[in-house]
């Protein structure tokens, strides 16, 4: 069937209307006396300046996806949204877009010039006499507009349309002009022109030759056609102006329904559909879902975790807040994030375990084994490496948790932390005239009745679950490197849970996961909501030997402040937001100093580098600490393991524990995972290899030496060694023997954290942990 002419449909031959001769120089009059009106009304005496060339479809610039790039603002990352046209030639399209389009946008296109010249003069008028400005345009006017790339109701705008639609009109056919504009118009979700429309919304073609089932009907083709009246809705009024895709919600739906009516009345009084068509014809309830991934590429590997950070990040700027991810996804954007390219491939290559570049002693491990990492700049907060998983921007986040649009968190990145959260004990101390080398009792387990760890209670006493060679009487430091338990529970009794979770607040961590009696999740807790004092009443004493999980994210973080020298930064995903030569967004650099003097950072670094685990074979400083947390009641298998540590131009942070909250287990049926086997030979071979895909020079980066101002002299077995050389091998467990968190108490906080089961939006194809009691 051949479209017939409006206003001339008895025309059996169907002929469309003539448009050369008089008639036409009678219509260029018209056109000239409503621009001169316009011209002179506003005071534009240049009027050549709109005569304007006419592109085709195929000239056309179509607004651009938003483009995520790393740090170097040239490699992408990821692209977002959706530049989705096909160009289908007008004769090897179906009849249902040509018939539908024109009952809803313009019903005298088949007769009319290409201008509505009623709407040019009232345009004009308006302009004279101050007057509510004017819109209706005809298809020909429609298309000029979106062809010169036009925006809002402005009479200079107008004219331009105008014009252009003139000379449309002088030039093209209206099947040319009426393809043209079935090429070009946004139909919303990204698609451009109704071959992507067809496939965006019903998974179908307009293309004619194609089997009829695969065709787009007259019905659906209604549904598209109602939507070019407004692709998308209106982002500062998302709820009330919503639009017409009937997939948005409920409001939008009953305006796509209105429309469709509408155009069927319309295609009735056009002779396209007989009265008895147009009463047999049924709304179409088959429109696909909204997938705001489609056309988006980039977000099905590692990186696309970055991206839902980034995102979650814009949402919380004035530019973009309460806004939908539409602006930002369709916005033509360039997004510049933190990550470096070089780092990010070094963390992938260590921390990707299914990978041949992983270390040897986490490659080939059970399915459930799972790794993530996180690099963070000191000084800036800028996250240049992120690993949570493998999973994409819809998979699991091991790493940390971001908002997405809904305002809802998401992301599994919180594990409990074991004895890698005594780098903030440690640091504590030092802030509060501790030296490392003060000495403790050690002994191999202690009661301590304060914080209800007796023989008599359920957890019993802390225990330490290694010997070492200065116990009973340790220094501060060598219980740091043999990580005894029994010294840093009585450190955290003695300093207070408030004083040690402020320096994990004050150095970056944010967030921190209390157990709730008669919930089985933990709940995370905003550190920054309330003072820390009160925060604090919610935790035990536990805190101090990593009961309580944190994120990945801000245990990187909080590195990175120790490295900086005690200088915090906001971790922090985006550098730039720009759109052509306008900045919408910067980073905002700020660092808050905790306080801690140069003293104080010299005793930790020369502390922390003495662990084993944290010596890099590089030559650059490091200092860095293990953890591991335990399997339920388990005296034997570990369920979270970490490495974390730094030099002085990078932190990093590595967890290595299951996708299904059970125990660490090697393929050779071993339980033998610790932090110093497992994350550490991942953090081990990133920072290396980060450094030195970095080309910084370490000798840029050294760290400094205490002096310990404030200690008498010591001797013996227990002094420590000169802080040019390493300590004694022998106090140092061995890594097999890697003590474990001890078991909790229940006195303060009743119940237990469970090994793994994230508050915030687990994914349903995860499973919560089974185990009742975190490890001792």
């Known amino acids: 069937m051949r479209v017939l002419p409006t206003g001339d449909n008895n025309n059996a031959d169907g002929a469309t209307a003539p448009t050369p001769g008089r008639k036409r120089r009678r219509h260029r009059l018209l056109i000239f006396l409503a621009v001169f009106t316009l011209l002179g009304g506003s005071g534009l005496v240049a009027g050549g300046y709109y005569f304007d060339s006419v592109p085709t479809p195929t000239d056309l610039k179509l607004p651009e996806s938003t483009t995520v790039y790393y740090a170097d603002g040239r490699t992408p990352m990821a692209k977002l949204g959706a530049e989705n046209r096909t160009i289908v030639p007008y004769d090897q399209m179906n009849d249902s877009a040509k018939e539908a389009i024109v009952a809803a946008e313009d019903r005298t296109f088949w007769t009319n010039k290409g201008v509505d010249f009623s709407g040019v003069l009232r345009a004009a008028w308006s302009n004279l006499t101050g007057g509510q400005r004017q819109g209706a345009s005809t298809i020909t006017q429609q298309y000029a507009r979106v062809a010169a790339d036009?925006?809002?109701?402005?009479?200079?705008?107008?004219?331009?349309?105008?014009?252009?639609?003139?000379?449309?009109?002088?030039?093209?056919?209206?099947?040319?002009?009426?393809?043209?504009?079935?090429?070009?118009v946004p139909f919303g979700r990204g698609a451009y022109g109704i071959e992507a429309a067809a496939q965006t919304y019903f998974g179908k073609t307009v293309r004619r030759d194609a089997p009829p089932a695969q065709q787009l009907t007259r019905a659906e083709a209604m549904v598209l056609c109602a939507m070019v009246k407004q692709p998308e809705a209106d982002p500062n009024d998302p709820e009330g102006s919503p639009g017409y895709d009937p997939a948005r919600n409920a409001k939008a739906k009953q305006n796509s329904i209105d429309r469709w009516n509408y155009i069927r009345d319309g295609m009735v009084k056009l002779g396209y559909l007989t009265q008895e068509d147009a009463a047999n014809l049924a709304y179409p309830d088959d429109v696909k879902p909204i997938d705001k991934n489609t056309g988006q590429s980039g977000l099905d590997r590692p990186t696309g975790l970055v991206v839902n950070h980034v995102l979650g990040e814009l949402r919380q700027t004035e530019q973009f807040k309460g806004k939908p991810d539409d602006v930002i996804r369709d916005g033509g954007y360039r997004i510049v994030t933190t990550i470096d390219k070089r780092v990010q491939d070094a963390a992938e290559a260590a921390a990707d375990i299914r990978r041949d570049t992983a270390p040897e002693a986490v490659r080939g491990?059970?399915?459930?084994?799972?790794?993530?990492?996180?690099?963070?700049?000191?000084?800036?907060?800028?996250?240049?490496?992120?690993?949570?998983?493998?999973?994409?921007?819809?998979?699991?986040?091991?790493?940390?948790?971001?908002v997405d649009e809904k305002g809802q968190a998401r992301g599994f990145g919180q594990h409990p932390p074991g004895s890698s959260f005594k780098v903030y004990d440690l640091a504590a101390a030092v802030e509060n005239d501790i030296s490392v080398k003060q000495r403790f009792d050690s002994p191999d387990t202690k009661e301590f009745p304060e914080s209800g760890r007796t023989k008599d209670s359920p957890a019993g006493p802390i225990r330490n679950a290694e010997h070492a060679p200065c116990q009973p009487n340790c220094a501060l430091w060598e219980a740091t490197v043999a990580s005894l338990n029994v010294t840093y529970f009585e450190l955290t009794e003695k300093l207070g849970v408030a004083k040690v979770m402020d320096m994990a607040k004050r150095a970056g961590v944010n967030s921190m996961w209390e157990t709730v009696k008669g919930n089985p999740q933990p709940q995370r807790v905003d550190l920054r909501d309330q003072p820390t004092e009160e925060v604090a009443k919610r935790f035990s004493t536990e805190v101090g030997i990593g009961q309580y999980g944190i994120s990945v994210q801000d245990h990187a973080n909080g590195m990175a402040t120790f490295a900086a020298g005690g200088k915090r930064a906001e971790a922090h995903f985006v550098r730039s937001v720009t759109k052509g030569d306008d900045k919408i967004y910067t980073e905002q650099l700020k660092e808050t100093d905790l306080g801690l003097d140069k003293e104080a950072i010299n005793q930790l670094d020369w502390t922390l580098r003495r662990v084993k685990a944290a010596k890099l074979d590089n030559g650059w400083d490091s200092a860095g600490k293990t953890g591991t947390w335990q399997a339920g009641q388990s005296t034997t298998q570990n369920v979270h393991t970490w490495m974390v540590g730094w030099t002085g131009a990078l932190a990093s942070a590595v967890w290595l524990g299951t996708t299904d909250g059970k125990p660490l287990k090697t393929k050779n049926g071993s339980y033998e995972v610790y932090g110093s086997t497992g994350p550490g030979p991942i953090w081990r071979q990133f920072m290396e290899q980060a450094t030195a895909a970095m080309k910084l020079d370490p000798d840029k980066y050294r760290f400094g030496e205490p002096a310990f101002p404030n200690d008498a002299p010591t001797g013996g077995p227990a002094s420590p060694v000169p802080a040019t050389s390493a300590p004694s091998p022998t106090a140092q467990p061995t890594p097999s023997a890697e003590p474990s968190s001890p078991s909790p108490s229940p006195t303060k906080r009743p119940t237990p954290l469970p090994t793994w089961s994230p508050s915030i939006s687990p994914l349903p194809s995860l499973s919560p942990s089974r185990t009742k009691r975190p490890g001792g």
Do not use: H
């Open 365 to 402: 491990q059970p399915g459930n084994w799972q790794a993530a990492l996180v690099a963070v700049e000191p000084g800036t907060g800028r996250v240049l490496g992120y690993y949570g998983g493998n999973g994409g921007a819809s998979g699991a986040d091991y790493a940390g948790w971001y």
């Open 150 to 184: 036009l925006r809002g109701v402005t009479y200079s705008r107008k004219l331009r349309e105008a014009v252009i639609a003139w000379k449309l009109d002088d030039k093209y056919s209206k099947e040319e002009i009426l393809g043209f504009y079935l090429n070009t």
